[in-house]
T-cell receptor, first 112, second 115 residues
Framework: EDQVTQSPEALRLQEGESSSLNCSYT??????LFWYRQDPGKGPEFLFT???AGEEKEKERLKATLTKKESFLHITAPKPEDSATYLC?????????????FGKGTKLTVNP | DTEVTQTPKHLVMGMTNKKSLKCEQH?????MYWYKQKAKKPPELMFV???????INESVPSRFSPECPNSSLLNLHLHALQPEDSALYLC??????????????FGDGTRLSIL
């Protein structure tokens, strides 16, 4: 069964204090790994897609990396507006399914 | 602003009411999805439509009835819901099978409360 585990569940940072969020996955053939940001009362906002081990993507203060077993979302010098829940999801290659399997998310709070 | 539009944003209904949730996208996507999200939980897949045909039903109770009138629209018809059905209902779309492993794009959801 495909599984996604995110850690930590919650993370509090001071503004400017860099850190990383982890997403470990077990999947029968990875088609893609996706990072989303979700603000309270809103839908998930797409951030990155990673397809193969060694791949990296960057956007402003965020950088996503991928290995064969896990992905990291690195946050450099975060600001209070980066506070949100970050969701990781994987899509398996089996059966050509469009189905995403989500982790439970990491709630990030950045204090000024 | 998201490119997937959901209406209404909020809905309060009694257990005997019939209502519908609506979702619209104009990105030319051919796969559309309904998710249910409870507080502090990740989205749970309910249905997938691919090229206007239902391709995945995650054993959802029959009181939820999806409909895809065309490639841009997705409805979720609700009838005789239970209090535990109160949640944020999210719609998403993606280019569709055979068009690469593209991300799903989500709307901001309908917050549903069952009295």
């Amino acid at each position: 069964e495909d599984q996604v585990t995110q850690s930590p569940e919650a993370l509090r940072l001071q503004e400017g204090e860099s850190s990383s969020l982890n997403c470990s996955y077990t999947v029968s053939g990875l088609r893609g790994l996706f990072w989303y940001r979700q603000d309270p009362g809103k839908g998930p906002e797409f951030l990155f897609t990673l397809y193969s081990a060694g791949e990296e993507k960057e956007k402003e203060r965020l950088k996503a990396t991928l290995t064969k077993k896990e992905s990291f979302l690195h946050i450099t010098a975060p600001k209070p507006e980066d506070s949100a829940t970050y969701l990781c999801a994987v899509q398996a290659s089996q059966g050509g399914s469009e189905k995403l399997v989500f982790g439970k998310g990491t709630k990030l709070t950045v204090n000024p | 602003d998201t490119e997937v539009t959901q209406t209404p944003k909020h809905l309060v209904m009694g257990m005997t009411n019939k209502k519908s949730l609506k979702c619209e996208q104009h990105m030319g996507h051919r796969a559309m999805y309904w998710y249910k999200q409870k507080a502090k939980k990740p989205p749970e897949l309910m249905f997938v439509y691919s090229y206007e045909k239902l391709s995945i039903n995650e054993s959802v109770p029959s009181r939820f009835s999806p409909e895809c009138p065309n490639s841009s629209l997705l409805n979720l018809h609700l009838h005789a819901l239970q209090p535990e059905d109160s949640a944020l209902y999210l719609c998403a779309s993606s280019p569709g099978a055979g068009r690469g492993n593209q991300p799903q794009h989500f709307g901001d959801g309908t917050r549903l409360s069952i009295l």
